[in-house]
């Protein structure tokens, strides 16, 4: 089965800069979508930015212009490079993949990881 590890959460003043990275590991052919949501204390789980095999990238409304999500995809890794950063931006980030490719024939989808946490604070 895929998992998903992510890193590099952690404190960070107003202003500053974060990289969060994501590996999937297991027996990976391709992965079709890698990208990174959200939720913060008491509110839903939302979509920040996401990122098909084809180099294709969406963003929420909020990141767009601080935040790069890029991909390895010979290391099965995302990344997401957050610049700017503001108390909003303080969340549990969490890694997903989704159509995995595990076999000639065979996919796994919506993996989760277990969530880092960001905290925007001074």
């Known amino acids: 089965q895929v998992q998903l590890v992510e890193s590099g959460g952690g404190l960070v003043q107003p202003g500053g800069s974060l990289t969060l990275s994501c590996a999937a590991s297991?027996?990976?052919?391709?992965?079709?979508?890698m990208g990174w949501h959200r939720q913060a204390p008491g509110k839903q789980r939302e979509l920040v930015a996401t990122?098909?095999?084809?180099?294709?990238?969406n963003y929420a409304d909020s990141v767009k212009g601080r935040f790069t999500i890029s991909r390895d995809n010979a290391k099965n890794t995302v990344y997401l490079q957050m610049n700017r950063l503001n108390s909003e931006d303080t969340a549990v980030y969490y890694c997903?993949?989704?159509?995995?490719?595990?076999?000639?024939?065979?996919?796994?989808?919506?993996?989760w990881g277990q969530g880092t946490q960001v905290t925007v604070s001074s």
């Open positions: 990122m098909l095999s084809d180099g294709s990238t």
């Open positions: 297991g027996p990976i052919f391709s992965i079709r979508t």
């Open positions: 997903n993949a989704d159509r995995i490719r595990v076999g000639l024939t065979s996919y796994e989808y919506d993996r």
